[in-house]
């Protein structure tokens, strides 16, 4: 008898945590943001992609909100092809809206085409930010011990900390609205529907290179 109680917590508790994260894309930015996950630091060795996903999508929407512009839908489609993109830079290592490792994913409009052609429009916002806190530069090191570089705060000699969350994506959306381009598509009227993706370099500690990660918007309208 006990151990089916504990089988039937333990079902009702993956329900529910599946069930939770799904609507990630369906909260207003406040309820998202308003979540404790939100606050963690990222891990930079096995982030939650779908949470740092949402954040971006969030905090794009938070923008929107607060230049009184309808908040865009979220796109499983839309959403797949930032996925592909986003993980493509970060394992062949380029930087661009082309693919150049792939014919059938060349451009932003064929890796839409690849999960649906019933968009009219599509844009996209790409971009990669080191995903350690820090000022203008930081010191880098070989830690023989652990066998990984060390991403040191050049005042205090600390090791440089990963961003939360939150704070990433609202830094990420906040350097794109810093971009005449990247701002445009944020707050186009031309565009209902959007997908986000973020995807971390591979081996953070191990390059000596701050840790980034690779970003991607797409944009859409059927109309």
């Known amino acids: 008898m006990g151990q089916k109680i504990i089988v039937i917590l333990l079902i009702q508790i993956s329900f529910y945590q599946k069930k939770n994260t799904g ?16 606050a963690q630091p990222i891990s930079l060795i096995e982030p939650d992609t ?5 954040a971006i999508f969030q905090a794009t929407n938070k923008v929107r909100r607060e230049h009184n512009l309808p908040l865009f839908q979220h796109d499983l489609c839309l959403y797949k092809a930032a996925k592909s993109h986003a993980a493509s830079k ?17 451009t932003v409009d064929k890796r839409v085409d690849l999960c649906t052609k019933r968009f009219r429009r599509i844009a ?24 990984q570089y060390e991403f040191l705060d050049p005042d205090d000699n600390s090791n440089a900390q990963s961003f939360t969350y939150a704070a990433y994506a609202h ?7 810093a971009s005449p381009t990247h701002k445009s598509n944020i707050l186009s009227d031309s565009y209902i529907e959007i997908g986000c993706a973020a995807r971390l ?7 000596r290179r701050a840790p980034y990660a690779s970003l991607v918007q797409n944009f859409g309208n059927a109309n």
């Open 23 to 38: 609507n990630y894309f369906l909260m207003s930015d406040q309820e998202f943001f308003a979540q404790r996950a939100t």
């Open 50 to 54: 779908l949470l740092l996903d949402a």
């Open 90 to 106: 970060v394992l062949q290592r380029y930087y661009g809206h082309n693919n150049p490792y792939s014919t059938f994913e060349r």
């Open 124 to 147: 996209e916002n790409i971009g990669r930010y080191q995903t350690l806190i820090s000022g203008d530069y930081m010191r880098v090191r070989w830690d023989k011990r652990s066998n």
């Open 171 to 177: 830094h990420v959306v906040s350097q794109w609205m």
């Open 201 to 207: 370099c591979q081996q953070p500690y191990n390059i």
